[in-house]
Each structure stands twice: as C-alpha cells, then as structure tokens.
C-alpha cells in the first residue's frame, strides 16, 4: 500500500517562498510519475506539476516559472519549491503518482498566502 507525507506548508506573505516535501513508501518510487496536486476550498483538485523517472518536468500554466519540482530517488522524496508566491495559491497540497493508479490521498500540507 502506498503511503504518501506531505509537509512544509504554512503561512507566508504574497511574494514568499515555500518548499514542500512529500515521502514516499510502499512504491517503486524510481520508476513512477509523481506529481503535486493542489485543492482549494470549493474547487477541484488540480494537477500543478510532474516529474517523470527522466526529470521532464511539466508545469500547470499558473505556476509555470514560479515553482520548481524535484525528487530524489535515494530518499523516496519529491519536493516542491515555491517561489513569488501568490493568494490564489492558497491551497492544500498534495502528490501523488500521475496518474494516481487508485493510490490513496494523504493528509496534504497547507499552504495560506496572505496578501
């Protein structure tokens, strides 16, 4: 069973930064997709960034130049760093394998940004 933690969220000033981490266990971690999710109150989670086993990294357009995704297969980590923070990111914050293969959600990390 997959098991995903999520962590490094908070509160920051619009124009902050962030860096989020998710670890991975029960998964061959090296050889998947993994992407950040984001879910705000009364709309649907949205895909924001993946990252294949061959680091081709994509980005949703609203956060293309802002944010940053990473892994490291050694530690079962993926990461994202957030930069030039916006309000309409206040989200929770999850990852996940893209696609999710019915894996199931964790807590997420939440992240407010305050104008």
């Known amino acids: 069973q997959v098991q995903l933690v999520e962590s490094g969220g908070g509160l920051v000033q619009a124009g902050g930064s962030l860096r989020l981490s998710c670890v991975v266990s029960g998964s061959i971690f090296s050889i998947v997709t993994w992407g950040w999710y984001r879910q705000s109150p009364g709309k649907q989670r949205e895909l924001v960034a993946t990252?294949?086993?061959?680091?081709?990294?994509t980005y949703a357009d609203s956060v293309k130049g802002r944010f940053t995704i990473s892994r490291d297969n050694a530690k079962s980590t993926v990461y994202l760093q957030m930069g030039s923070l916006k309000p309409d990111d206040t989200a929770v914050y999850y990852c996940?394998?893209?696609?999710?293969?019915?894996?199931?959600w964790g807590r997420g990390t939440q992240v407010t940004v305050s104008s």
């Open positions: 996940n394998s893209m696609p999710t293969y019915g894996n199931p």
């Open positions: 990252i294949p086993f061959d680091n081709t990294k």
